[in-house]
Nanobody
Framework: QLQLVESGGGLVQPGGSLRLSCAAS????????IAWFRQAPGKEREGVSC????????KYADSVKGRFTVSRDNAKNTVYLQMNSLKPEDTAVYYC??????????????????WGQGTQVTVSS
């Protein structure tokens, strides 16, 4: 079964950190661009970050730039999203998604072939 599985979400205080993981099973991530999306209650899903196939290129939404870092370990078939200086407005369900491509071309959801089930991140005191 081909799937992506996110983990690492949870409850954290403002200013805290979390690291999300996106692990693939049933296929190798070597040929895929990986993007992170999030969806807050009552809002549309939005793109947060993206990493190229080789990891040499990354993109970030303005709202997370300087606080979030995306990385990948193709040997472990896993992509990570390190989230620092978290704010209450970062509260959302976070999803990873995979698209066959070399470099990130944006956050059009239809481009992405595989999606994870999501992991909840709650930032609250």
């Amino acid at each position: 079964q081909l799937q992506l599985v996110e983990s690492g979400g949870g409850l954290v205080q403002p200013g805290g950190s979390l690291r999300l993981s996106c692990a693939a099973s049933g296929f190798t991530l070597d040929y895929y661009v990986i993007a992170w999306f999030r969806q807050a209650p009552g809002k549309e899903r939005e793109g947060v970050s993206c990493i190229s196939r080789s990891g040499d290129s990354t993109k970030y939404a303005d709202s997370v730039k300087g606080r979030f870092t995306v990385s990948r370990d193709n040997a472990k078939n896993t992509v990570y999203l390190q989230m620092n200086s978290l704010k209450p407005e970062d509260t959302a369900v976070y999803y990873c998604a995979a698209a066959v491509n070399y470099y990130c071309s944006g956050y059009v959801e239809g481009v992405y072939d595989y999606w994870g089930q999501g992991t909840q991140v709650t930032v609250s005191s």
